[in-house]
């Protein structure tokens, strides 16, 4: 499942969801039992750190006092709250606003706990799961939360969004099965990450939906929206200024306020955000005191713009933590887009990255703080690296004559460049590829040699602070005669643009957690490769990967998952599906004094904002 994490210079805006972890081992029920096996958790690895009737997690304060406003910001704009469709521009926070079956615990890899159910149960051939619901769940108005609003979630969700249908292909259905309970059908077996998954769905009120607003309209669930929404989450949505800012309060009659799962969590009375449409007068903002915290994204700014006053005077805090990436693999990649006949042919693809001078970049740019990614796991125990061997080769050689054979010869590596000469023989390798594929210079510009066609490339961006970044790639291209170009528009049209397939190339970032499951049909499928609003950005079809992702789903043991995983992540590096770029091992972050945090924070986050406070509140 993707995840919305910071990029070491900047990233496009991207809507993820909250990061889960794939995968469920299930302890076999009962020989001949008639009851279900109700669990507290669900877990990937090992066992679950916390037993039935934790008081808390361990990285939490209990003590933490609750007030205060928290002050955030955002680049672009948004124009709906409802949570579940894909379009329009979603308000940034309304995780805030609703409540999932279960909840991840940041200081474990893979486990879940119960939140609106109390307890979870599947039979040993994962064909099902079922839910239970807490007597005491409540959405703000009063009104029980139900089996009916859970199934009346997951249906919107998979008949309103292309992502969600995918992600939840094998969930053939839902059923109310008992007062509280609900029960998930699927169309396949032995599928273990289904039931976590499952878990993390976005629960709506039915009966709020279905009803009519304040003047008497009746509510469309199939359209955006900007009335708030109800939900049955620790905060609500005072108030708003449509694309502009958004304040949502603390709810005092939360309904979970003291559930294990969230002691010493949701302590700020109020978290506010500003949206910026410029980079630079956001930043602003944050030097003048008139926003708390700050996750940077650039390692230049990190470098040069952080000596002004507020951090001289102590009043402004500054971080480097590596907590939020040790569980979560990178890829930060240009993505051609393969829809494209010129961008189809590998040697093609491969030449683009000829052109990237990572090393000139780093050194200029990003004062030596980055590092090059060459893995669509990277960072973590499952990226591939030098020759397959052992479960891993054999996997591989099953599927020989399938795959590029240089999987079995030579490793992937990215081009090195950082000085002139290794520039120029970067660049004439480029040349040589494009050849090979069917071009050739003429009046120095690459064109098709066939039919004369120039070899252009626009680079789609949502932020002008990206521009900075990719500029030296264009001027790169330029070189060897592509008429590349950066087209930089506002978050709409980027999102419309993106969801419906409509660029030559993107900047994108993917983020792994250390169990890929399901997620991966949607980012390299060939059933995504025309779903509208699918990850499937590069727009691969290739029955191979099929065949790799299915493996990995159905592994049954760590080391088999490990094993697919590192065969699949060689098999997409050999086809040079994407141009690697770079990203940070720490998370750079900056805030004011005001704000608060556990001396030690969750070991795989930042338990922001969810365990932080604000100092001096009551």
């Known amino acids: 499942m993707t995840v919305r994490i910071a990029s070491s210079i900047l990233i496009p805006c991207i809507l993820a969801p909250v990061l889960a972890f794939q995968g469920l081992i299930a302890p076999p029920s009962p020989a001949g039992a008639e009851e279900p096996d109700w669990r507290h958790a669900t877990v990937m690895i090992g066992e679950a750190k916390y037993p039935e009737g934790f008081p808390r997690f361990d990285y939490v304060n209990p003590d933490a006092p609750?007030?205060?406003?928290?002050?955030?910001?955002?680049?672009?704009?948004?124009?709906?709250?409802?949570?579940?469709?894909?379009?329009?521009?979603?308000?940034?926070?309304?995780?805030?606003?609703?409540?999932?079956?279960?909840?991840?615990?940041?200081?474990?890899?893979?486990?879940?706990?119960?939140?609106?159910?109390?307890?979870?149960?599947?039979?040993?051939?994962?064909?099902?799961?079922?839910?239970?619901?807490?007597?005491?769940?409540?959405?703000?108005?009063?009104?029980?939360?139900?089996?009916?609003?859970?199934?009346?979630?997951?249906?919107?969700?998979?008949?309103?969004?292309?992502?969600?249908?995918?992600?939840?292909?094998?969930?053939?259905?839902?059923?109310?099965?008992?007062?509280?309970?609900?029960?998930?059908?699927?169309?396949?077996?032995?599928?273990?990450?289904?039931?976590?998954?499952?878990?993390?769905?976005?629960?709506?009120?039915?009966?709020?939906?279905?009803?009519?607003?304040?003047?008497?309209?009746?509510?469309?669930?199939?359209?955006?929206?900007?009335?708030?929404?109800?939900?049955?989450?620790?905060?609500?949505?005072?108030?708003?200024?449509?694309?502009?800012?958004?304040?949502?309060?603390?709810?005092?009659?939360?309904?979970?306020?003291?559930?294990?799962?969230?002691?010493?969590?949701?302590?700020?009375?109020?978290?506010?955000?500003?949206?910026?449409?410029?980079?630079?007068?956001?930043?602003?903002?944050?030097?003048?005191?008139?926003?708390?915290y700050r996750q940077e994204n650039s390692s230049s700014k990190w470098a040069t713009a952080y000596d002004f006053p507020a951090i001289e005077s102590g009043d402004i805090k500054r971080e480097e933590i590596e907590n939020p990436l040790r569980a979560v693999g990178i890829m930060q990649a240009m993505v051609p887009n393969m829809r494209r006949e010129k961008f189809r042919d590998p040697r093609v693809r491969r030449a683009l990255n000829f052109a990237l001078d990572f090393e000139d970049l780093n050194q200029n740019l990003a004062y030596n703080g980055l590092a090059r990614v060459d893995s669509f796991f990277w960072g973590t125990e499952l990226a591939s690296s030098?020759?397959?061997?052992?479960?891993?080769?054999?996997?591989?050689?099953?599927?020989?004559?399938?795959?590029?054979?240089?999987?079995?010869?030579?490793?992937?590596?990215?081009?090195?460049?950082?000085?002139?000469?290794?520039?120029?023989?970067?660049?004439?390798?480029?040349?040589?590829?494009?050849?090979?594929?069917g071009y050739e210079l003429r009046s120095g510009q690459l064109v098709n040699a066939s039919t004369g066609e120039p070899f252009g490339i626009e680079i789609l961006l949502s932020s002008p602070s990206l521009e900075r970044s990719v500029l030296p790639y264009v001027a790169s291209l330029k070189k060897i005669g592509v008429d590349a170009r950066i087209r930089t528009v506002d978050a709409s049209q980027y999102t419309n643009r993106v969801r419906s397939f409509d660029y030559d190339m993107i900047w994108n970032v993917w983020a792994q957690s250390l169990n890929p499951g399901n997620e991966q049909m949607g980012y390299w499928g060939s059933a995504s490769k025309d779903r509208e609003g699918s990850r499937n950005y590069a727009g691969i079809a290739d029955p191979t990967v099929d065949e790799l992702i299915r493996m990995v789903i159905f592994a049954q043991t760590r080391e088999e998952k490990t094993a697919t995983v590192k065969a699949l992540d060689r098999v997409l590096l050999a086809n040079h599906y994407v141009v690697p770029l770079f990203y940070s091992k720490a998370a750079k972050i900056a805030y004011s004094k005001a704000l608060a945090h556990p001396d030690e924070l969750p070991y795989y986050g930042l338990g922001f904002p969810e365990v932080w406070w604000m100092r001096g509140s009551n």
């Open 66 to 292: 609750k007030g205060g406003t928290l002050r955030l910001s955002e680049e672009g704009t948004f124009d709906s709250f409802n949570p579940i469709l894909a379009k329009g521009e979603l308000a940034t926070g309304l995780g805030l606003v609703f409540d999932t079956l279960m909840k991840s615990s940041e200081d474990e890899v893979s486990s879940s706990y119960g939140l609106l159910a109390e307890s979870i149960s599947f039979p040993d051939d994962i064909s099902k799961v079922t839910f239970r619901l807490r007597a005491e769940a409540r959405w703000a108005d009063g009104e029980p939360v139900t089996a009916e609003d859970v199934v009346f979630s997951f249906d919107k969700a998979k008949e309103l969004n292309p992502l969600q249908a995918n992600y939840y292909a094998h969930v053939v259905s839902a059923e109310k099965t008992g007062d509280r309970e609900v029960t998930f059908l699927f169309d396949e077996n032995n599928n273990r990450e289904l039931p976590q998954i499952l878990g993390q769905i976005l629960v709506l009120p039915k009966h709020w939906w279905e009803g009519n607003d304040k003047d008497g309209n009746a509510r469309d669930i199939s359209r955006t929206t900007l009335e708030p929404v109800m939900g049955s989450g620790p905060y609500r949505i005072a108030s708003f200024k449509a694309g502009s800012t958004i304040r949502y309060e603390l709810r005092e009659d939360y309904w979970a306020r003291d559930l294990n799962v969230n002691v010493g969590q949701h302590n700020f009375g109020a978290i506010e955000y500003v949206y910026y449409t410029d980079a630079n007068v956001e930043f602003e903002a944050f030097r003048a005191g008139r926003i708390d």
């Open 386 to 437: 030098g020759l397959p061997e052992g479960r891993e080769k054999e996997i591989l050689e099953d599927l020989k004559g399938k795959v590029p054979e240089e999987v079995f010869t030579t490793p992937f590596t990215n081009p090195v460049g950082g000085d002139p000469q290794k520039a120029r023989a970067n660049l004439r390798q480029a040349l040589t590829l494009f050849q090979e594929a």
